[in-house]
């Protein structure tokens, strides 16, 4: 699981897929934080992304750096804690002008049972469960 942090927070950008009925969603994304054990995500509760993920957990994120990429697949859960969402804030200070910690706006989701595989055209794939 820290190589895939580490992967996602050096890439900067990633790119979250979700699914809105049957429709493919994917938007560019920049945070990814390690928090008790887990790997999560930030969004606003506003967001068309965080209704999507809530009627629909399943998501997939993919990224690319110095030649290689990641791609995971995981299920996403809300963690409505504020310790949570303050440790993602504090890891990304940027994002404190637009979201606070119990504001009701401000969301994390956890990611579970997730698959990641790092790819590239020079060496074998490596898969990582977590």
């Not at 938007?27 to 054990?37: A, V």
Request: net charge negative.
């Amino acid at each position: 699981m820290n190589k895939v942090y580490d992967f996602l927070k050096d890439a900067g950008t990633y790119y979250l897929a979700t699914v809105e009925g049957d429709q493919p969603r994917v938007r560019p994304f920049g945070t990814i934080d390690l928090f008790e054990g887990r790997l999560y995500i930030q969004t606003g509760r506003v967001k068309d992304v965080s209704k999507q993920i809530h009627a629909n957990p399943r998501i997939e994120i993919c990224a690319f750096k110095d030649g290689a990429w990641l791609r995971v697949a995981a299920s996403a859960y809300p963690d409505d804690r504020i310790e949570a969402q303050q440790h993602m804030l504090d890891a990304y200070p940027s994002l404190q002008g637009m979201y606070k910690a119990g504001d009701g706006n401000t969301e994390v989701f956890y990611l579970k049972d997730g698959t990641a595989t790092f790819s590239s055209f020079t060496a074998a794939p490596e898969v990582v469960a977590f």
